[in-house]
């Protein structure tokens, strides 16, 4: 079965600086995608980026872009320039690609403050 | 295009009883899964439905059920309520399409407290 593990419950970063967050995962499977979600304390979980496994290249959404290894199997998440609204708890998510289920394993997430 | 809709988006119930949680997808998603989110259990994976069938279900007791309509509406059930049932219930539509790469994309959720 696949796990997914994010081993940083909390971090805190200052306003503009960097912060990366960091997820392992364990899976046989050889193509899959992999995601990190951002849930604010409204709680709407919000797509930041994703990245499938077959692509070497990391994936990069503005100020936030990722760090995959895939014989690692780490996929970190690394935001720039951080803001206050990037304030939310983290949760890298796995999904596989084949058969016919969108089901997503989720990490235990990362609570992020950003401080002023 | 309106986003994932839940509702209610509050819920407060008796142990014992019986719910009906509603999340209509975003128009011409037709694959709709729900989420568990408890702070001992994290997110947990309840079921997907896909052109009103059925296509994965988690490992939840048979008190959980749920349903898929033609207009790719769902519902999902949850029977004989027990306290541990209190959680953020998350609905979350994808336009499915067989060998593409999507994402999923979550409605705002469903506070169930049992009491």
């Known amino acids: 079965a696949q796990t997914v593990t994010q081993s940083q419950p909390e971090m805190s970063v200052q306003e503009a600086e960097t912060v990366t967050l960091s997820c392992t995962y364990d899976t046989s499977e050889s193509d899959y995608y992999l995601?990190?979600?951002?849930?604010?304390?409204?709680?709407?979980?919000?797509?930041v980026i994703r990245q499938e496994a077959y692509k070497q290249q990391n994936a990069t959404e503005n100020r936030f872009s990722v760090n995959f290894q895939k014989a690692a199997k780490s996929f970190s998440l690394k935001i720039?320039?951080?803001?206050?609204?990037?304030?939310?708890?983290?949760?890298?998510?796995?999904?596989?690609?084949?058969?016919?289920?969108?089901?997503?394993?989720?990490?235990?997430?990362?609570?992020?403050?950003?401080?002023? | 295009k309106a986003?994932?809709?839940?509702?209610?988006?509050?819920?407060?119930k008796t142990r014992g009883q019986q719910v009906t949680l509603s999340?209509?997808?975003?128009?011409?998603?037709?694959?709709?899964?729900?989420?568990?989110q408890t702070p001992g259990q994290g997110l947990q994976f309840l079921f997907e439905y896909f052109s009103e069938t059925q296509r994965n279900?988690?490992?939840?007791?048979?008190?959980?059920?749920?349903?898929q309509f033609s207009n790719s509406r769902s519902e999902m059930n949850v029977s004989t309520l027990e306290l541990g049932d209190s959680a953020l219930y998350l609905c979350a539509s994808s336009a499915r399409s067989d060998g593409i790469s999507y994402e999923q994309y979550f409605g705002p959720g469903t506070r169930l407290t049992v009491t």
């Open chain 1, 35 to 47: 995601f990190w979600y951002k849930q604010p304390p409204s709680r709407q979980m919000i797509l």
């Open chain 1, 80 to 116: 720039s320039d951080s803001q206050l609204g990037d304030a939310a708890m983290y949760f890298c998510a796995y999904r596989g690609y084949g058969g016919a289920t969108n089901k997503l394993i989720f990490g235990t997430g990362t609570l992020l403050a950003v401080q002023p």
């Open chain 2, 3 to 12: 986003g994932v809709t839940q509702t209610p988006r509050y819920l407060i």
């Open chain 2, 23 to 36: 999340c209509s997808p975003i128009s011409g998603h037709r694959s709709v899964s729900w989420y568990q």
């Open chain 2, 57 to 67: 279900k988690g490992n939840f007791p048979g008190r959980f059920s749920g349903r």
